[in-house]
């Protein structure tokens, strides 16, 4: 990583200047970032769809009407799974405070533990060996610590809002722009 401390469990805020339909206006929670890379999922892309028509066996992780939200551009039939836990061990990776991942196989639910909040996501973003500096590099990102609230947000479709402007400073002016700052 040349130096560069690892980004897990901080957001990219997509800046402005991401024109990148997969991403512009996102919000990213990094899961994993070292030498051979990055990924992460976007947490305010929810999708129409519940998780109980995509995926039934994790309804009853999230509830009936829960949504799926679009993780990323990679393997969008691939599913991954946040969830708040009890006991960290049973995580395949945490990430910021009780929240990880869950992990890829499950015999019995039982064997999570105590799980608060989950999220499904279809698909993940990710960077190869040196993409995700150099995207940083080129200002495409504003790093941000993430808090655990940001991953159950309540209105993720105002989260990259959000994020801005409790970084405040010219951030929070930057959170006031409109999706399409032509219609202003």
Known sequence: MCGM?????????????????????TVVLVGEHGDEGAM?????????????????????????VALVHIGGPVQQQAIVVLAEFDDSS????????????????????????????????????????????????????????????DVFDENPEGLWSTVLRRRGGPYAVLAQMPPDPRVN
Do not use: C, K
């Open 90 to 149: 049973r995580a395949e990776v945490m990430v910021v405070g009780a929240i990880g991942f869950l992990p890829g196989e499950i015999e019995d639910a039982g064997d999570l533990g105590g799980l608060g909040r989950v999220r499904v996501f279809a698909g993940y973003a990710g960077w190869g060996p040196g993409q995700l500096e150099q995207e940083l590099e080129d200002d495409a990102w504003i790093v941000v610590p993430a808090e655990p609230e």
């Open 5 to 25: 401390e690892s980004l897990t469990g901080q957001l990219l805020v997509a800046s402005p200047s991401l024109v990148d339909p997969n991403f512009r206006r």
């Open 40 to 64: 992460g999922v976007i947490l305010n892309r929810p999708s129409p769809i519940t998780v109980n028509d995509a995926v039934p066996p994790l309804a009853e992780l999230v509830g009936p």
